[in-house]
């Protein structure tokens, strides 16, 4: 069995940048997890489907999530605003949720490499992986996330403002914070990281003494 390692928080809060870097230190094989969710809602944009709790609607999103193959390859489309928006929407619908669980636990448990897995998102070490063997729960301030979010998106479109991403992120939280499965929040045994006044290297530090300790 692979080692495991479990990376959550909100959006903008490091945790992507952190569990890549940490892959690299240790040479283990990294899924983002948010990617499967932006991967199936740039199938239901693609498929123009109406994103609502209707059972006919529920099953289009399940049908395009249950035939995703993994690995996603990075693609710009999947980095967008509107893309976020619906990822986050049709991540709190269980079915979608239940339908992913599989191929993100098959990964952490027979990574490519065989050595060790890093998986980031918002349920990992709650839900996907409640016996990771270390759990990494990474958070800032929201407007410093705001602040990072809009200087990355900015690059790719000047019409972006960053209270307009503010907002977003806001929404977001309060979505991912109170949807009935699977809610954003560390797991009981998770190391909270803050990385609101930390350098992506001194959060990478932070980790791979977490990692060490145990």
Not at 86 to 110: C, G, H
């Amino acid at each position: 069995m692979s080692f495991k390692i479990a990376v959550d928080g909100p959006a903008a809060s490091g945790k992507g940048t952190l569990a890549k870097t940490l892959a690299m230190a240790l040479s283990y094989d990294y899924l983002d997890t948010g990617t499967l969710y932006r991967a199936v809602a740039l199938g239901v944009q693609q498929a123009e489907l109406t994103v609502n709790n209707t059972p006919e609607a529920v099953a289009e999103i399940v049908k395009i999530a249950t035939h995703l193959a993994l690995p996603i390859m990075a693609d710009d489309a999947l980095r967008t605003s509107e893309i976020a928006q619906i990822a986050s929407k049709i991540a709190a619908m269980p079915e979608v949720r239940q339908a992913l669980v599989d191929k993100q636990r098959d990964f952490a448990n027979s990574p490519p490499s065989g050595k060790g897995a890093i998986l980031d998102g918002r349920d990992i070490g709650s839900v996907i992986l409640p016996d990771a063997d270390v759990k990494l729960y990474i958070d800032a301030d929201i407007n410093v996330r705001a602040k990072r979010r809009f200087l990355e998106l900015f690059a790719k479109d000047d019409s972006v403002t960053q209270a307009q991403i503010l907002a977003d992120l806001t929404e977001r939280d309060a979505r991912d914070k109170t949807r009935e499965t699977a809610p954003l929040k560390p797991a009981a045994d998770a190391f909270i990281i803050d990385t609101t006044q930390l350098s992506a290297q001194e959060v990478l530090q932070a980790a791979l003494n977490r990692v060490k300790s145990l």
